[in-house]
């Protein structure tokens, strides 16, 4: 049975920083993608930062600030997060791929991730 549990979320003030793990058993996705989404009261999941290979794919307003990462030895996923503000509270889940991306441009869909994290609260205080 698959697993992707988050755990580092917590209450930062802004401009603080945060980082979130993804801790994947029952199988191993190689190469395949991997991301971070968010969900915030009221509005749909949005995608935050992928990794897929070497590359990374970021949503415009965490560029520079977010950063994602994957250690394949310990078959986990990171989201560095820094420089926070209070537009990033959320849940954030961890997401996962079966199989590799027909097309790249679909690493920032929602439905294009098979598995997914139970999700771990992030929230910025002002």
């Known amino acids: 049975q698959v697993q992707l549990v988050e755990s580092g979320g917590g209450l930062v003030q802004a401009g603080g920083s945060l980082r979130l793990s993804c801790a994947v058993s029952?199988?191993?996705?190689?190469?395949?993608?991997m991301g971070w989404f968010r969900q915030a009261p009221g509005k749909e999941r949005e995608f935050v930062a992928a990794v897929v290979s070497g590359d990374t794919y970021y949503l415009d307003s965490v560029k520079r600030r977010f950063s994602i990462s994957r250690d394949n030895a310990k078959n986990t996923v990171y989201l560095q997060m820094n420089s926070l503000k209070p537009e990033d509270t959320a849940v954030y889940y961890c997401a996962a791929k079966a199989f590799p991306l027909r097309y790249v441009g679909r690493v920032y869909w929602v439905n294009e991730y098979d598995y997914w994290g139970q999700g771990t609260q992030v929230t910025v205080s002002s």
């Open positions: 029952g199988r191993t996705f190689g190469s395949n993608a």
